[in-house]
């Protein structure tokens, strides 16, 4: 039976660690674009066409209280890319790009709670592999 723990995910955002501060769904990356997409002709001819871009985005929530968020502001003002690495600590999935850049400042809520802010991060040239934990039998 595999075990499952987001506290063994490293991330580090230029050099430095992130660790998550409790929020339940703290990271998502998306790829932009298919590895493939399809097309029919008119006399059903079809073509798997090969798609080259390999950029993504990362998403990390943080609370509003997070001493991370000032470090997210600096790395916003940054007029240079910067290297990004999200590593599965007990499994094989590793996302990373040394390209990459904050796409916008967070939206800011102030209410009677604590809410999160959500830091997008645009990644070129990713590298990834989606994978699983060694030692446990594929499912195939």
């Given at each position: ?28 990356y998306?790829?932009?674009a ?37 470090k ?9 890319s ?5 590593t599965?600590?007990?499994?094989t ?37 989606i994978?699983?934990?060694?030692g ?5």
């Amino acid at each position: 039976m595999a075990n499952y723990d987001p506290k063994k995910y490293d991330l580090t955002v230029n050099s430095v660690i992130i660790e998550p501060d409790g929020i339940d769904n703290f990271i998502t990356y998306e790829p932009s674009a298919d590895l493939v997409t399809r097309t029919v002709g008119s006399t059903g001819e079809q073509v798997h066409n090969t798609n080259h871009d390999t950029s993504g985005t990362l998403t990390i929530r943080l609370l509003q209280t997070s001493s991370l968020n000032d470090k997210f502001s600096i790395f916003a003002s940054l007029d240079t890319s910067f290297a990004v690495l999200l590593t599965d600590g007990e499994g094989t999935t590793n996302i990373g790009s040394p390209e990459c850049k904050i796409m916008r400042l967070p939206n800011l809520d102030i209410a009677a709670e604590v809410g999160n802010n959500e830091w997008t991060i645009s990644m070129l040239n990713v590298t990834a592999i989606i994978g699983g934990k060694p030692g446990l039998p594929a499912e195939v």
